[in-house]
């Protein structure tokens, strides 16, 4: 089981910057695809970036030049660097990360989906 942990969310006005974090457990963090989704109130839930094991990064279009993903293998920490956030950025961001399931250096063959718990995130004046 991989748990994830998001941190960084709260208030902020148009235009203004915030940097989310999550931190996830285990020792294989480094083999994930690791990604940031979203879900606005009444919304399904979508898929704002991600950022492969070799560092590959893909972005939905209305974050491109504005967001950047990015990993630290050492930590087990994925990060998301939202810059010049819109009032349409406002949603619970949660942090996913799909790969195996492994017991210390052991690992299944299949792939799973692994959620943090949400953290909010809101653009407002």
């Known amino acids: 089981q991989v748990q994830l942990v998001e941190s960084g969310g709260g208030l902020v006005q148009p235009g203004g910057s915030l940097r989310l974090s999550c931190a996830a457990s285990?020792?294989?963090?480094?083999?994930?695809?690791m990604g940031w989704y979203r879900q606005a109130p009444g919304k399904q839930r979508e898929l704002v970036a991600t950022?492969?094991?070799?560092?590959?990064?893909n972005y939905i279009d209305s974050v491109k030049g504005r967001f950047a993903i990015s990993r630290d293998n050492a930590e087990n920490t994925v990060y998301l660097q939202m810059n010049s956030l819109k009032p349409g950025d406002t949603a619970v961001y949660y942090c996913h990360a799909l790969g195996p399931l492994c017991s210390g250096y052991v690992c299944s063959t299949d792939n799973f989906d692994f959620w943090g718990q949400g953290t909010q995130v809101s653009v407002s004046s």
């Open positions: 950022i492969s094991s070799s560092g590959s990064t």
């Open positions: 285990g020792s294989m963090f480094s083999i994930y695809t």
